[in-house]
């Protein structure tokens, strides 16, 4: 079994070795493509679910815009395609005959939807009119990386529509709290909710707001954003509604998404160098049973491990059983290992004899050796105690490497010399954000909602500073 690099020996090669052992995807014949293989897509799947189940409490149905845009669409938001032309890719031929419009590959559906939904708004009874669109989009990048940055990728995206500016600002924070709620309590990554500096908010966007998570490396990863339209795409689309004074008004709109890269955030939060950790409310299986024994009692232990998987799947566990005989017992083990599976169940004809399993924790490694009698109460506990630690110790690694600058020299030697994120005062210049980008490689990520510290000066000019941003270098 080939080895992995370590984390502290190369990074970077670690994740692409990883993502490859774990088999979890494949290159594409296209540049910067990836294939999704069944066990990367399954992730994938656990996360629509959590968030699918989400949205719909929350009031939003599902739709489907076509993948074609028209290049006349992107022209009504001056900003909007100034922020994407250069990553669009355009259709210019069909059927052999050159097209009398453009057509952009979807990079995203601001455009289409207004004019969609400027067709389905009539009045302030069609209102709010919540979206939310499964689907794949493409942005042309330049540097690519599995899951994080790919010329394809997979996302989901909302869009609403709402009568006051009030509205949709607490439709973008409420959605904002359900990325954070699913990020940290399913996918147990801990995260900074902020709002964007105007040279980091989305294009066309009067307001967007992120968390942000860290990754083993210290660099930042927007792990969701929230966008508050106000009226901008309203007026460039014409979305109209007659209200209850007899007038027609503008609506006010926000859009919102997360994407494939938050598998590669689950990668690079709890991975380590025997391969994934996956937590147990995302992993496809959450317990592996892995039967030993000499092969004269092996059919014995296999037909016992069989009855045991099914009890545990009655109960609502992920569970699956290996018992393929030309493959040793300890390759297995390395193998789930790699794979991230949160537990490991051993079974062996002394485990029969004794009437008891053992169960191995992928996120501490340590053997519990439990009374089958008391199997089906423990494991549900058990993968909730994994929940947990998982989050505990990611969130101990980010709150330990997050800094505290006062003077750009001092961030630009911890970005340096350290990991991680540094918490700074900015005077609101543009002038003096390019510059810590300039002098430390790291960007603003967010202005965080609750910073741990108010900071009084820039970092830069040491101007009184109107916010306190967290800094870092970012995926």
């Known amino acids: ?88 890719p355009w259709v210019t031929e069909a059927g052999g005959e050159k097209l009398e419009e453009r057509l952009a590959i979807r990079p995203t559906s601001e455009t289409i939807i207004g004019h969609m939904f400027a067709e389905w708004i009539q009045s302030y009874r069609d209102l709010p009119l919540k979206i939310n669109q499964w689907a794949n989009v493409v942005r042309w990048e330049k540097r690519t990386l599995p899951f994080l940055r790919t010329s394809e990728f997979l996302w989901q995206e909302g869009h609403t529509a709402h009568t006051t500016s009030a509205e949709a600002e607490e439709e973008t924070l409420m959605i904002l709290d359900l990325y954070t709620d699913f990020v940290e309590n399913i996918l147990a990554i801990p995260v900074y909710r902020g709002q964007k500096t105007p040279s980091e908010k989305f294009a066309g966007a009067v307001n967007t707001y992120s968390i942000e998570a860290m990754m083993k490396d210290g660099k930042a990863l927007q792990a969701g954003t929230s966008h508050y339209m106000g ?56 317990v592996i049973i892995v039967p030993i024994g000499p092969q004269k009692e092996l059919e014995r232990v296999v037909t016992y491990a069989n009855k045991l998987r099914d009890r545990l799947a009655q109960t609502g566990v992920r569970v699956k059983i290996d018992a393929r005989e030309d493959i040793s017992p300890g390759w297995k083990f390395n193998e789930y290992e790699l794979r991230g599976v949160p537990v490991r169940l051993e079974i062996g004809p002394r485990d029969l004899q004794n009437e008891q399993v053992v169960l191995v924790r992928r996120d501490t490694g340590e053997k519990l050796f439990v009374p089958e009698s008391e199997l089906l109460n ?46 700074a005062g900015w005077c609101g210049e543009d002038s003096c954000e390019k510059s810590v980008k300039q002098e430390t490689g790291a960007t603003s990520r967010n202005i965080p909602f609750d910073p741990p510290e108010v900071l009084p000066a820039c970092i830069v000019c040491g101007k009184p500073a109107k916010h306190t941003v967290w800094f870092a270098k970012s995926y």
């Not at 947990?388 to 110790?393: E, L, T, V």
Request: aromatic fraction near 12%; charged fraction near 30%; hydrophobic fraction near 35%.
């Open 378 to 423: 423990r494991v549900p506990g058990l993968l909730q105690d994994i929940q947990s630690n998982m989050y505990s110790k990611a969130k101990d690694f980010r709150d330990s490497n997050s800094h505290v600058a006062r003077h750009l020299t001092e961030m630009a030697e911890i970005i340096r010399d350290r990991r991680g994120f540094v918490l």
């Open 1 to 88: 079994m080939q080895k992995i690099t370590s984390q502290s020996e190369d990074f970077s090669r670690w994740y692409i070795d990883v993502i490859q052992r774990a088999d979890l995807m494949d290159y594409a014949p296209v540049r910067g493509c990836i294939v999704f293989k069944p066990d990367g897509y399954e992730l994938w799947e656990a996360c629509q679910r959590e968030l699918d189940r989400r949205f719909k409490e929350t009031g939003h149905r599902n739709a489907y815009f076509p993948l074609f845009i028209p290049e006349s669409f992107f022209q009504k938001e001056k900003e909007h395609v100034e922020g994407f032309n250069p990553e669009l």
């Open 231 to 286: 009226q901008n795409f309203a007026r460039a689309f014409d979305m109209k509604y007659l209200d209850k004074d007899n007038t027609l008004k503008y609506v006010y709109t926000t859009s919102w998404g997360v994407s494939t890269r938050m598998l590669g955030a689950i990668i690079m939060v709890h991975g380590d160098d025997k391969g994934l950790a996956l937590p147990p409310k995302v992993a496809p299986t959450q």
